[in-house]
């Protein structure tokens, strides 16, 4: 600190030069009567040390209650672990030694980060704690996702070794995935098919386990694993599945003229049973872009299928054929037309257990979506039995082929489908007075144009048989009495002469 004489002599300088200072000012921030410091916030030494101790224990006393606020938080969060996973200690005894030993090496560190040896450890906890994120933020997961992982825990311990194994495979395959992010998805699809195969292959050789629970295992194993990869593989930007929703979506909007009789399907939806099995088919094959499991998704193909066996059935009152399924399945599309339909078929195609894909109703019914699909990408006028003629009219919007008279319907049929089809026809009738109207206003259009370049060429014509030779035009004469002095020829100017007489 500086001593009282210094600042006397302070004081007495500035007064000398006429700058008055206020001996307040100078004490002590605390009042103790003492000279403060201005590198120590203005207080003496001794008020200095005071206020440091005081500031340094508030300060580990908040570190301290931190660290325990972060080890009930740890072990929370791994007694809630331990719930999930009470029954299975025999089964993942090594992975929960592992579990508490990482549990016991955090709380420790953290204890380390927040000893009261030194102020820069204080500060490291603090720096440590705004970076770390809390186990609470660590552990967000999506609710199917915790869901899937506990139900996946809980039939693999029905397993016993051969579960360890397949827990151990599944995760070593998430982490392997998870450093292949840049791949292609073409490749990321072959590691994935591998690792079915692998799987699949290790139960049945090692394990020695039937093949029914093969089977069951395999699809257990899909869905943990594609639950978890869906946001990762599902239409991911490197590829065109985006393009090719989009252009699918807009052909099965302009298709929407189409009709069941143009497509022979064998379905009438005026009986209410059978009308209701088409609306459930239509939500099955919706539904399909909600799931997130390539299972899942052939599920839904194929409950969408049944009912349009169903369908069918009840229509013809016989069982329904192949030939009568397709052309079915292809009107329960134009009329859904389920949202990323190409997606979702890909995404089936590169990460579904490819023993469901080959056998099976699901490949079956899979493959029937697929040539439908293909089909209403190809439809053309052929297809439908109709004029080119007529399919580009409808393809337009120039006409619709669902008129149908107010005459014609049926006592029983609402008054709002009456009023629709009244709509429908105005509608019909503005929309060719509107063309009417442009064809006219297209031809006036013609005709100002031919008759400017004709009144052009004719006076282009009439300019190059009769040219136009514009003379110079002539200086005028000067005056006989000007003094014009450019010009020498003219005589001197007359003279008055003055006769006696």
Not at 195 to 214: C, G, H, I, M, S
Not at 245 to 259: E, F, N, P, Y
Not at 329 to 357: A, D, E, H, M
Request: proline share 5%.
């Amino acid at each position: 600190p500086f001593s009282s004489c210094g600042r006397r002599k302070m004081n007495l300088k500035s007064e000398r030069r006429g700058i008055h200072v206020d001996q307040s000012e100078l004490l002590c921030k605390k009042g103790c009567g003492y000279y403060g410091n201005p590198a120590w916030q203005g207080f003496c030494s001794k008020c200095w040390r005071e206020e440091y101790h005081k500031a340094r224990q508030k300060q580990i006393q908040e570190d301290w209650e931190l660290a325990e606020r972060l080890q009930r938080e740890e072990e929370e969060a791994y007694a809630s672990s331990q719930s999930t996973q009470g029954a299975q200690s025999l089964t993942f005894s090594k992975f929960e030694e592992k579990k508490t030993n990482e549990k016991t090496r955090k709380v420790t560190t953290v204890k380390k980060f927040f000893t009261a040896s030194s102020r820069a450890g204080a500060k490291k906890a603090e720096i440590q704690e705004a970076k770390a994120p809390s186990p609470s933020i660590h552990r967000q997961a999506s609710i199917e996702t915790d869901r899937v992982s506990k139900e996946f825990i809980e039939f693999i311990r029905t397993y016993q070794k051969p579960g360890q194994d397949i827990y151990k495979q599944c995760k070593l395959f998430l982490d392997t995935m998870s450093h292949k992010r840049d791949l292609s998805i073409e490749e990321q699809s072959e590691c994935a098919q591998d690792f079915y195969q692998n799987v699949a292959d290790r139960l049945q050789t090692r394990w020695k386990v039937p093949p029914e629970k093969v089977e069951k295992a395999m699809d257990e194993v899909e869905k943990y694993i594609m639950t978890r990869q869906y946001k990762y593989v599902f239409c991911p930007e490197t590829t065109d599945d985006e393009k090719k929703d989009l252009a699918v979506q807009k052909r099965i909007r302009a298709l929407h003229w189409v009709t069941p009789q143009m497509l022979c399907v064998p379905v009438s939806e005026e009986i209410p049973e059978v009308s209701d099995m088409v609306v459930k088919a239509i939500t099955d094959i919706i539904e399909m872009d909600s799931k997130r499991v390539p299972r899942d998704k052939l599920a839904c193909i194929t409950k969408c299928s049944k009912h349009i066996f169903n369908a069918i059935k009840i229509t013809k009152n016989e069982p329904a054929s192949a030939d009568d399924f397709l052309p079915t399945l292809i009107y329960i599309v134009l009329k859904g037309n389920p949202p990323r339909l190409q997606s979702n078929i890909q995404y089936i195609t590169r990460f579904c257990n490819p023993s469901r894909l080959m056998t099976g109703e699901d490949g079956y019914y899979f493959t029937n979506l697929c040539c439908a699909v293909a089909f209403i990408e190809k439809l053309d006028a052929q297809s439908l039995n109709l004029s080119q003629e007529d399919f580009d009219r409808f393809m337009t919007g120039q006409s619709s082929p669902k008129k149908q008279e107010s005459d014609s319907f049926s006592p029983d049929v609402c008054l709002g489908v009456k009023q629709m089809c009244k709509s429908l026809d105005l509608l019909s009738q503005l929309n060719e007075r509107q063309e009417r109207i442009v064809s006219e206003a297209k031809k006036l259009e013609k005709d100002l144009i031919d008759w400017t370049d004709g009144i052009a060429k004719e006076v282009e014509e009439i300019v190059q048989k009769y040219p136009l030779e514009i003379k110079p035009k002539s200086q005028a004469l000067a005056a006989i009495d000007s003094e014009n002095v450019e010009n020498d020829k003219l005589p001197p100017p007359l003279q008055p002469q003055v006769y006696a007489g």
